[in-house]
């Protein structure tokens, strides 16, 4: 993974969603997790939605431009548990040629389209198993156009690796599955080299959250970002991003630029020449200048939501958290709160802003000094809660 960033561009200010489920659909659909419309049998207060298959996804856009589109690992998209999940709305009903695939971070069972072919898949290992698959389909469709989804569930919890890759790192049992991780990413960049095809293909290696903190080493760190998982402050959504594609994308770069992973969805569709939806409001960003280096301006707003709650918006460096209300003071908002470290889970009283820059923790609130900052900022959110929408209110261009 180092070496493909040193060959790629890394992004330091790249987010996702605060927890797996929304933030897949993000990255699939180009949108906020708020805006997407949910299956019928959804009550809407699932923290990790069942996504309606009204939705338009990137391998969708992409099939209609003759791409094979496959996919395998961890969707959750469909639901989760006896009451909500639906097999009928996995990756082969939006998009996917090929797929093989798991609901949960467990990933079991596994699901080639709607049939069950594996009830205990994790030997030898999770990790290995996909990247077969995906390996699998590359030698299948090295011929013609493609677009591969490898979602692994490592390194979330519960975590395995196989006897090789044991005690192989200094840092426990987390470190050994990103050891393994690692391992694998670099067979598939291989066999990208082995088919010829480094030269025709982007390949992006990204996170879908922060780290969870009640998992402790289980879960990884992300020092000196402030919170974790299901937060709002940056430890929960700010995530690893790295884009490689020699003589495209320039090798050993660096952005700070905004960005997020509901981008991909206009990103990679302008690569591929696909035509985006134009009966819905698309969130996602078309980054393909950034990527390809000749774009290093970007002023947007990128908003926070945790579940339903809008919390704060980033623009540039600057990062505004609204005041918690008793709106969220609910059961629900109070467990989740308990998945954070401790000085972190006491509701926000007063406007907070924090400049990025000089205090990437988020520990000074300096709204008093900037209050013209804070006027900007509240702006963005107005538009938020109007057009996308906030705790029960659905926004004017939400499908929800």
């Known amino acids: 993974m180092d070496r493909m960033a040193k060959e790629g561009m890394r992004f330091t200010s790249f987010y996702a969603q605060t927890v797996c489920g929304p933030s897949r659909s993000a990255l699939l659909t180009g949108c906020y997790p708020m805006r997407i419309e949910r299956a019928e049998h959804d009550d809407g207060r699932m923290v990790h939605p069942a996504m309606s298959l009204n939705e338009i996804t990137l391998a969708e856009i992409l099939k209609e431009q003759g791409y094979k589109t496959g996919m395998a690992g961890k969707w959750d998209a469909s639901g989760r548990g006896k009451l909500t999940f639906r097999v009928e709305l996995g990756p082969h009903n939006q998009g996917f040629d090929c797929t093989f695939w798991g609901e949960t971070a467990f990933c079991k069972p596994i699901f080639e389209k709607q049939k069950m072919v594996l009830k205990n898949p994790y030997h030898p290992s999770p990790t290995q198993l996909f990247t077969d698959k995906a390996i699998e389909f590359l ?24 006897e090789k890759f044991k005690g192989k790192s200094a840092a426990g049992l987390y470190g050994d599955c990103i050891e393994e991780l690692d391992y694998h990413t670099g067979r598939l960049l291989d066999k990208v080299k082995e088919l010829g ?3 025709s293909t982007y390949i992006i290696f990204t996170s879908d959250n922060g780290p969870w903190w009640i998992k402790k080493d289980h879960a990884g760190h992300c020092e000196p970002l402030r919170s974790a998982k299901t937060s709002t402050y940056d430890g929960g959504l700010r995530v690893p991003f790295i884009i490689r594609a020699p003589g495209k994308v320039p090798a050993g770069t660096v952005s700070d630029l905004v960005c997020a992973n509901m981008d991909l969805f206009p990103t990679i569709g302008k690569l591929a020449g696909a035509e985006l939806p134009d009966d819905r409001v698309i969130d996602g960003l078309d980054i393909s200048g950034i990527i390809h280096g000749t774009q290093t301006e970007l002023d947007r707003p990128f908003f926070f939501y945790q579940h339903e709650a809008l919390r704060a918006v980033r623009r540039g460096t600057w990062k ?19 998945h954070v470290p401790p000085e972190d889970r006491p509701y926000v ?52």
């Not at 299948?140 to 196989?162: G, I, Q, R, S, V």
């Not at 059961?331 to 308990?338: A, D, S």
């Not at 990437?360 to 609130?365: P, Y």
Request: hydrophobic letters at 35%.
């Open 349 to 400: 009283e007063v406007l907070s802003l924090y400049n990025l820059d000089d205090d990437i923790g988020e520990t000074t609130n300096v709204a008093a000094q900037y209050p013209e900052v804070v006027t900007e900022l509240l702006k963005d959110l107005d538009f938020a809660k109007e057009d996308i929408g906030y705790h029960d209110v659905i926004g004017e261009h939400s499908r929800r």
């Open 320 to 338: 505004l958290h609204l005041v918690h209300s008793d709106l969220d003071r609910t059961k629900e908002g109070v467990q989740w709160q308990t």
């Open 197 to 199: 095809l480094d030269d």
């Open 139 to 162: 030698e299948t469709n090295k011929d013609e156009p493609f677009f591969f989804y490898l979602a692994h569930p490592m390194p979330h919890t519960p975590l395995y690796t196989t």
